[in-house]
């Protein structure tokens, strides 16, 4: 069946679940440019919203000849379309005017301000937002015959949420919610129900097998043959994270990332690689101080544009993630020629330039993750020095059976590692285990404790006070 020219099923047998999969680059890119000046065509007629914002930057559908012309498009802030929805609520500019029935909404977690709210109807739900996590649960080996736990509350943060509806409408297995189930009560439905896959945040899954292991269960011999993490950076992003959860459940491990504005951006597939499903979104990566576009394969901000939706189309959206930068042209060893995605660094404000390094919540945790003593929770703060020089402290949880007379070689070992990797000294400290919180979803690592900067570039004493009672 196909849906938007977007195919819903693969054959039986079938390696790939698209098409656009192994489609040659050239043909890629007409694909992108067709479908792009198709979408904005649509905008133009369609959606008030963009046409004012076009109009007012001298934009017009004619100006776009090439792919490169997407540069003349202005760029979509996060903020616009929040504001959008406080003047014209519940979705502002999310919903196309007469787009409709809806059949479900996605939420932002709403970490950087107010949720935005993004309608979706049957089509632009099932036949692109799962349609693009069906290439992800595919390539993971997901099949019909497998049962599937959602280790994760359902709430209206799709990016989880989409895979599971993909695994129950599109793929056919046995799907299992477990939102309000206990840790330990999931590991007991594990092994009575049969389930052989794990979706959920990689923080928790880690979390889940600790649990498993605290009560004398070894996660290994539960058999689960797949973990399909999303939510947080996973193991695309953070290899050492994708080691520690192949160790722990003796599982293979897949990853995918994406936007809720826009799609299911990028997936593992079984040669580690990061794919793009570039036929349903163009990503730019963008250098995050000039808006132009880094050289190819180089690292900078992510800017999206739906090439597909109808409801919804975000064009040249600011994801507000940086990432390590994304490569063409190639045909990877798994015979998919979709672009590569190297990975994510983190959210724009979660990295911080210490010294002219920049320190990410990926770097950090890679490194905490590839020492065995210390657990899987961990958090840095970016504070000021009493000489006002910008420092960063990591405070890690060592794991249960570190004895305490190990303490300090360990945090000289962590304060070593990082230096190496970053070239810059941090401060570590180790807290009990267990003083860290858990998070399901989402997690928090990262603070920034120093003072705000006024205009005339001093710290304003109250900004900082603010900022310290934040915390
Ligand atoms: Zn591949």
Redesign the pocket.
Known sequence: MFMNGIQQHAAVGYKYWSPAETMPHKEMKKLQLARLREQINYLWEKSPFYRQKWEESNFCPALLRTLDDINRIPILHKEEIRLSQEQDPPYGMMSVPGRGPFIRIGMTSGTTGEPVIIPFTEEDYFGVYCAGAARAVWAAGIRKEDVVHAAFGFTPFLGLAAAYDCCEHLIGSLVIPGGIWSSLMRLTMIRKLGITVLMGTPTYLLHLAKVAEENGIDARTLGIKTILTAGEPGKMSIPNTGVRLEEAWGARIFDYCGTQETHYLAWL???N?G?INEDLAYCEVLDPETDEPVPPGESGKLVVTDLISKTHPCIRFETGDLVKGIEAGAT?????TLSVMKGFMGRVGDIIKIRGVCVSVAGIENVIRGISECSDSYEYIASKTEGGMDKITVRVEPKYDVDSGQWDDLRKKIAQKLQLSFMVNMDVELLAPGTLPVYELKAKRFRDNRPPITDTGEVSTKAAEKATARV
Request: charged share 30%; net charge negative; aromatic share 0%.
């Open positions: 597939c079984d040669e690689v794919h990877c060893a798994c015979g998919r």
